[in-house]
């Protein structure tokens, strides 16, 4: 009976807390008929959680009949957790208050000798950014690491990387949390994207979603029913593997997936330069179909039913009612355009297909998702895994509408 009580206290305290994240400031009285727990009950956690200094007292309510009543506030910088997206170009970290506020992001190239490198540059990083922000690192309490690759939970290792050398030979979620001195979680950057958008992008009143990165590769995180779909080994969403584009028979395939050598950036340079005989990159590529060059032209057709070939599948499999296209390729307006064109032709069931909102950021902002989730479950609902947590939208308005 005593363990029931406990379990009990500890779902009203996430009620309560996430209600003040939320509405606050607002009064015990508020929070009671919002939460449906006692005056008693509430005023007990309230207290509780003001005297930890999780929250505060803000003043006294007015404008309404009868006697004023004290009102409470979360504590914002009580704690935080850093959001770090590791590329193989540039690696980024954002410091993320409890009200789910960013309150610095510092980003530089990532170290081309991978491996520990890295992980002291990510611990590096982190710290600045806190630094940067009056931040005591004490008061840092968790990190997501957004990664290009499928991590294994079994090894620390993350594997399918292949342009951050080192870390599918290492324990890298170990070594981070050593660099650290926290817990860490470290995800496919695709898939935090994808809760990202979902979080607090355009994809916000959707359970069933599909976000996917075109760009030197093509991937994909997958939500069905509000839950991210990994897989057995973590490798769902490998859109780059599915077996059309260039020969899937052909030994390249096993490497640089099928669709990734057609329908990625390397695959439309090459295309572009079959066609012309000149050599160019993605970027001037798009240039030139926006002056007509007939060749740009043929490859922007030519991938675009690539790709509403390929989402046509996902829709197949998962019936997404929506699927959001981000990275280089992604969210250029004319494949869009040329996307909804094809999908329509070769795919009986409507779907939405829209660029993404948060562009370079999505899975910065997937990342602060899963980081502030994680330290709600951790301290406010002593880690209860069937406590749903729901967070305000991230108020980072720096990162939104990002081309």
């Known amino acids: 009976m005593i363990g029931s009580r406990n379990l009990s206290r500890q779902f009203s305290r996430s009620a309560i807390i996430q209600a003040i994240t939320s509405e606050g400031p607002v009064s015990r009285a508020?929070?009671?008929?919002?939460?449906?727990?006692?005056?008693q009950t509430v005023s007990e956690i309230v207290s509780?959680?003001?005297?930890?200094?999780?929250?505060r007292e803000t003043g006294r309510t007015a404008g309404h009949v009868g006697r004023s009543a004290t009102t409470y506030e979360l504590v914002p910088d009580a704690a935080f957790v850093c959001g770090v997206d590791l590329g193989g170009t540039k690696v980024r970290a954002a410091i993320i208050d409890l009200s789910c506020r960013v309150v610095a992001e510092l980003t530089e190239p990532t170290d081309a000798e991978g491996g520990a490198k890295v992980?002291?540059?990510?611990?590096t990083l982190c710290r600045r950014a806190a630094e940067d922000a009056g931040v005591d690192w004490a008061r840092v309490m968790f990190a997501t690491i957004g990664v290009p690759g499928v991590p294994d939970r079994n090894d620390g290792s993350v594997r399918m990387a292949p342009n951050i050398s080192g870390i599918a030979d290492m324990d890298f979620a170990g070594a981070v949390e050593a660099a650290l001195g926290f817990g860490v979680q470290v995800e496919n950057d695709v898939n935090l994207a994808a809760i990202g958008e979902q979080w607090s992008g355009c994809a916000s009143d959707v359970d069933n979603m599909a976000f996917v990165s075109l760009g030197t590769g093509i991937g994909a995180g997958i939500i069905v029913g509000g839950q991210i779909i990994r897989g057995s080994i973590g490798a769902a969403g490998e859109l780059g593997f599915l077996p059309f584009g260039a020969d899937p028979f052909d030994p390249n395939s096993l490497?640089?997936?099928?669709?990734?050598?057609?329908?990625?950036?390397i695959g439309m340079v090459?295309?572009?330069a079959e066609l012309s005989g000149k050599k160019t990159d993605v970027k001037t590529l798009f240039d030139l179909a926006l002056s007509g060059d007939e060749d740009a032209l043929t490859v922007l057709e030519e991938t675009a039913r690539l790709v509403a070939r390929m989402i046509a599948t996902i829709g197949a499999v998962v019936d997404p009612s929506m699927v959001v296209l981000g990275g280089?390729?992604?969210q250029r307006a004319e494949l869009l355009e040329r996307v909804e064109a094809a999908?329509?032709?070769c795919f009986p069931n409507a779907i939405d297909i829209r660029r993404s909102s948060l562009g370079d950021h999505a899975a910065l902002v997937g990342g602060a998702?899963?980081?502030?989730?994680?330290?709600h479950h951790s301290i406010f609902a002593a880690g209860l895994n069937n406590v749903e947590i729901a967070l305000p939208q991230l108020f980072a308005p720096a990162w939104k509408g990002v081309a």
């Open 30 to 39: 508020s929070l009671s008929k919002q939460v449906g727990l006692s005056k």
């Open 48 to 55: 509780d959680l003001e005297a930890e200094g999780w929250i």
């Open 119 to 123: 992980v002291a540059q990510i611990g």
């Open 255 to 265: 490497r640089t997936g099928a669709l990734e050598r057609q329908a990625g950036s």
């Open 270 to 272: 090459n295309r572009y």
């Open 328 to 330: 280089s390729i992604g």
């Open 343 to 345: 999908l329509s032709a």
């Open 369 to 375: 998702a899963v980081g502030l989730s994680h330290l």
